[in-house]
């Protein structure tokens, strides 16, 4: 497969699949990935809780690879900004959290974060269309969020692809991300789509070799993509 194929993919691995007492030996595992996808969750918009700003600095002075932030959190207008502070390379919040969207993407790319914004499978993706300027990357979930090691929905795809044809008609250079489900035998539908980013989490942790685990990932989706 030409190199170039590759570059266009972009695999991120959730450490929220990871063993969070020994989070530096996990992060070393997973050296070959584009970013690091780190789940901040806070037990309101989503079920689950896992941590805060003061973990993900740590995280971010621990890791090899940049950091791809994604908050299920309430209140992301108020919260977001202290994420693209501590240095992470893409802050994502969703859409159905977000009082001010775009104004908030805008303070985002000011601090120097990529701008991402996310929606949950039965969010509708068509009122994003008028706002791919303002967004780096936009998250289509494929599973609902709150957990890892669940199913991927396949009924997600009819929307991802609308989204990656809307993207490519107006020359836009979003990329678009795919979380949840995402493993060796579902990537493969979701490059077709359209997908160019992808989170795994137990796909690539829960894997004997994390590294092959990422490179065969990354194979797939350039073969479909
Ligand atoms: C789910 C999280 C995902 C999760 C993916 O709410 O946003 O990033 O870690 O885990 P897997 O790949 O195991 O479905
Ligand atoms: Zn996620």
């Known amino acids: ?18 063993d969070f007492v020994n989070m530096q030996a996990e992060l070393a595992r997973i050296a070959e990935a584009d970013f690091v996808h780190v789940d901040v969750m806070d037990n309101h918009f989503v079920p689950n809780l896992t941590f805060g700003p003061q973990m993900v600095e740590r995280i971010q002075a621990t890791s090899p690879v940049p950091l791809d932030v994604h908050l299920m959190i309430a209140d992301p207008d108020r919260w977001a900004p202290e994420y693209a502070e501590i240095g992470a390379a893409s802050v994502t919040f969703h859409l159905e959290a977000a009082t001010e969207p775009v104004a908030l ?7 120097g974060a990529r701008a991402g914004v ?10 994003l269309f008028d706002l791919l300027d303002d967004f780096d990357q936009i998250l289509v979930m494929t599973v609902e969020p709150g957990f890892g090691g669940q199913s991927f929905m396949p009924e997600t795809m009819p929307k991802l692809r609308r ?23 579902t990537i493969a539908q979701a490059a077709e789509a359209g997908a160019d980013t992808f989170v795994a989490g137990s796909a690539v942790f829960g894997a004997a070799d994390p590294g092959l685990a990422i490179t065969a ?6 073969h479909s993509h």
């Open 105 to 111: 993407a805008r303070r985002l790319r000011s601090i």
């Open 1 to 18: 497969m030409p190199r170039h194929d590759q570059d266009r993919i972009r695999i991120n691995p959730s450490i929220l699949a990871a």
């Open 163 to 185: 989204l990656a044809d809307e993207a490519k008609r107006r020359g836009s250079a979003v990329w678009l991300q795919v979380d949840g489900g995402i493993g060796e035998s």
């Open 217 to 222: 990932l990354r194979g797939i989706a350039a």
């Open 118 to 127: 996310a929606v949950k499978p039965a969010t509708p993706v068509e009122s």
